[in-house]
């Protein structure tokens, strides 16, 4: 799964994310035209032109290679609460970046890539680990807000973090992606209005 990240400026970053690139192109084309469970980390190594240990060098597993962009989805989803504009209120700010989110695994040519992790057991557990991962990644950065801890308590934000890490995966396989994510999130609102805190 590709998504835009910044280019690196310095000569060797912008090499390594080149061959990085390569890497995760050519392990998705292969995966696609044979099956996953037929091509191996040395198909994809020898087809893209590198060693072994360069492969596992950028990735830690044949599965990580085809969640390339997973780091880079996590980070966006803190980040939407980090440095989200002042005054911009949580929850509109994650409904943006899930917007976003699901409009990059919905464009042309993603379905063929979903079928995949869906038929594979092995593609389906590395994805529920992902979603584990992004899900305490974003419970810890709600967490830090200011004042969260007065208004809303840690299980209330746990379940926020969960709430919005399901909706995209939820989304993305509706008619209406976006419609969805909307739907979610109204009702994602809705009980994170209901969890608040009564003033002490």
Known sequence: MTAAVPTPTGRRERKKAATR????????RLFMEHGYEAVGIRDVAAE???????????????EALV??????????????VTDRAPGEPLLAALRR????????CTGDGAAPLWRMID??????????????????????????????????????????AWFVVDAQWLARGTADP???????????????QAAAEPPA
């Not at 970046?97 to 990059?104: N, P």
């Not at 593609?123 to 200011?146: I, N």
Request: glycine share 0%; proline share 2%; hydrophobic share 45%.
């Open 97 to 104: 970046e899930v917007h976003a989110l699901v409009r990059h």
């Open 178 to 192: 976006q419609a969805a994510v909307d739907e979610l999130f109204d009702m994602i609102e809705a009980a994170w």
């Open 48 to 62: 893209a032109d590198v060693a072994v240990t360069t492969l596992f060098s950028h990735f830690a597993s044949k």
């Open 67 to 80: 969640f390339d962009q997973e780091e880079d989805f996590e980070r966006r989803l803190t980040l939407a």
């Open 21 to 28: 690139r390569r890497i995760a192109d050519t392990a998705l």
């Open 119 to 160: 038929e594979s057991p092995a593609l389906r557990t590395y994805e529920q680990a992902m979603k584990l991962r992004y899900a305490r990644s974003l419970t810890a950065a709600v967490l830090a807000e200011p004042g969260m801890s007065r208004s809303r308590s840690e299980t209330a934000c746990r379940a926020l």
